[in-house]
């Protein structure tokens, strides 16, 4: 199944790059929230939607480009959650710091994971507990690393945060980097970074491939009052505010 959703991912990626690279128009319009949304964005969720359903008939998805009613998922017990294209920001600034995000969710949590950046040609897969790193056709397992001072990796678009400034200056000694969509999971989860902290506001299909890579790899994924991520289907898709650490 792994194998097979990574092919999926790769083939929505595809899609992203032929509209990245100028192959097919772009057509950038404004959701309700004001969030940007894209040829590519629509392209991507399609394959993944089609392929999905060709996959695992029985297993309903909630993608960002399609997300069904509240009467329709709040019994779902195990389904797929897709981003088809996180980080459109980054997409439109055009510094390949955006990804292609599947998860499937069983019983809340994240149960298996695929992040794939295009542009870097970057896999990031989760199953059973392990995780892994494909890149140039290689795929190796990664785990988590402790380092001092710790790396703190914070959001591209989403860091220009008072809370966050705040909790960077009670922190002590660290260094930070900054990146977009969900690789900031995925650098906890290889042991680049050491902690990603997130005040700002994400949603459910944001997180939860990332999530799942990095809880493979070692890492925890908590609110700030302690508790993990908790995918269970709600009338809202928002996250609260939460921390990936290997602490």
């Given at each position: 199944m792994l194998e097979k959703i990574c092919q999926l991912a790769r083939e929505a990626g595809s899609a992203i790059m032929d509209v990245y690279e100028g192959k097919k128009p772009l057509e950038a319009t404004s959701k309700l929230d004001d969030s940007p949304v894209t040829a590519a964005d629509i392209a991507a969720h399609k394959i993944i939607a089609d392929g999905l359903k060709t996959l695992t008939p029985d297993i309903p998805l909630l993608s960002e480009e399609d997300p069904p009613g509240w009467e329709v998922r709040q019994h779902w017990q195990r389904y797929w959650l897709v981003d088809p294209l996180d980080g459109t920001k980054e997409f439109l600034k055009r510094n390949g710091e955006f990804t292609v995000n599947i998860a499937l969710i069983e019983n809340g949590k994240p149960v298996l994971g695929v992040v794939y950046a295009p542009v870097l040609n970057v896999m990031y897969s989760a199953?059973?507990?392990?995780?892994?790193?494909?890149?140039?056709?290689?795929?190796?397992?990664?785990?988590?690393?402790?380092?001092?001072?710790?790396?703190?990796?914070?959001?591209?678009?989403?860091?220009?945060?008072e809370e966050l400034k705040e909790y960077l200056q009670q922190l002590g000694e660290h260094q930070t980097t900054s990146i977009g969509s969900s690789l900031k999971f995925c650098l906890v989860a290889e042991g680049q970074a050491q902690l990603y902290p997130r005040f700002g506001p994400t949603n459910i299909w944001d997180t939860a491939a990332g999530h799942a890579v990095a809880v493979a790899a070692g890492a925890h994924v908590h609110d700030w009052q302690g508790k993990t991520l908790d995918y269970t289907p709600r009338e809202s898709f928002l996250n609260p505010a939460f921390r990936v650490t290997i602490y």
């Open positions: 199953a059973d507990g392990k995780a892994w790193k494909e890149e140039c056709g290689v795929r190796n397992p990664i785990h988590i690393r402790d380092a001092r001072p710790p790396l703190v990796v914070i959001s591209r678009s989403h860091g220009n945060n």
